[in-house]
């Protein structure tokens, strides 16, 4: 018999549009994190919620999304975007931002 127990476990995951690998959702679920994959369209997106941001940003959990290519996992995700709009504390700009 099993040691471990997973009765009243709850899942983090609030939906599933696609499934992504299995080592990828057990490492997500590890976060404690809620994440969803989503359709848009042809894209698939990963959508991460209450991740925590480094200090000196002017939010300190946003969500995130990751465009995953369809030849994921041999294509590389490139790109992050955030909800809520980032900005630094220090008025300084944030390197390689793009406004989506």
Avoid at 43 to 62: A, C, D, F
Wanted: aromatic share 8%; charged share 20%.
């Amino acid at each position: 018999m099993p040691k471990g127990t997973t009765e009243g476990m709850d899942s983090t995951c609030l939906r599933l549009d696609f499934r992504l690998p299995e080592s990828d959702e057990a490492y997500l679920n590890g976060l404690g994190l809620q994440w969803e994959t989503r359709m848009d369209g042809d894209n698939q997106w990963l959508v991460i919620h209450g991740w925590v941001v480094p200090s000196g940003y002017n939010h300190e959990t946003v969500s995130l999304a990751l465009l995953i290519p369809t030849n994921y996992s041999d294509g590389q995700i490139d790109m992050v975007y955030f909800n809520l709009h980032l900005a630094r504390t220090d008025g300084r700009p944030i390197g390689r931002l793009s406004n989506q």
